[in-house]
């Protein structure tokens, strides 16, 4: 099962864009990407989810190489409602919900 | 609104107690995922029922347990309640496709908070 480690936090301001790193070294063949938003006290929800290359929705894009052992999220143009927890997602089907959601990343917009 | 719902919002109850967190997945999902989060902590995954029958199961203690009934809802159960048991208890559920990594949506959560 990969082990995602993603930074525990991050500042940003209004206007600028974002990446997020997630780190995922035994990514397995048939595991998939997916990233969750979530603000306090509410679940979380699906942001974006690619394989590999670069996925884009009207929301974000999501940039994996190659080797696919990383993965970074890119939020164009953040606003401070886009102050949440990020959570990087790595695996598949076959051992859905052992994929751990890990401590996510605390992403702070300023004004 | 995700379309799964969960039932009660809050519940606030004493040391040693029993209780019970209804969770009802989205219209034809047939997946449901429990998960428990403590204050300012990641989620834990706890379990996760595929049209009944238990499929994965994650840092679940023993006191809890869960089932996932003829009609898709589940039900987890949290028994001699501890006062680090209280959190916030989500619910997901998805299609669970042959392929790929299933979006899960998630349901409003129920606070339990154990005094």
């Known amino acids: 099962l990969a082990k995602t480690t993603q930074p525990i936090s991050m500042d940003s301001y209004e206007g600028q864009e974002v990446n997020i790193t997630c780190s995922h070294n035994?990514?397995?063949?048939?595991?998939?990407i997916t990233w969750y938003q979530q603000f306090p006290s509410q679940g979380p929800r699906f942001i974006i989810q690619?394989?590999?290359t670069k996925v884009t929705n009207e929301v974000a894009s999501l940039f994996i190489p190659a080797d696919r052992k990383s993965s970074t999220l890119s939020l164009p143009r953040v606003s401070l409602s886009d102050t949440a927890v990020y959570y990087c997602?790595?695996?598949?089907?076959?051992?859905?919900?052992?994929?751990?959601f890990g401590d996510g990343t605390t992403l702070t917009v300023k004004p | 609104d995700s379309g799964v719902t969960q039932t009660p919002k809050h519940l606030i109850t004493a040391t040693g107690q029993r209780v019970t967190l209804r969770c009802s997945p989205r219209?034809?999902?047939?997946?449901v995922y429990w998960y428990q989060q403590s204050l300012d902590q990641g989620l834990q995954f706890l379990i996760q029922?595929?049209?009944?029958?238990?499929?994965a199961k994650g840092n679940i203690l023993e006191r809890f347990s869960a089932q996932q009934f003829p009609d898709l809802h589940s039900e987890l159960n949290l028994s001699s309640l501890e006062l680090g048991d209280s959190a916030l208890y989500f619910c997901?559920?998805?299609?669970?496709?042959?392929?790929?990594?299933?979006?899960?949506?998630f349901g409003p959560g129920t606070r339990l908070t154990v005094l």
């Open positions: 997901a559920s998805s299609v669970l496709s042959l392929a790929g990594q299933d979006e899960q949506f």
């Open positions: 035994n990514i397995a063949t048939n595991d998939y």
């Open positions: 690619g394989y590999k």
């Open positions: 997602l790595v695996g598949d089907n076959t051992n859905a919900g052992k994929s751990t």
């Open positions: 219209s034809g999902d047939l997946s």
């Open positions: 029922y595929y049209n009944g029958e238990e499929r």
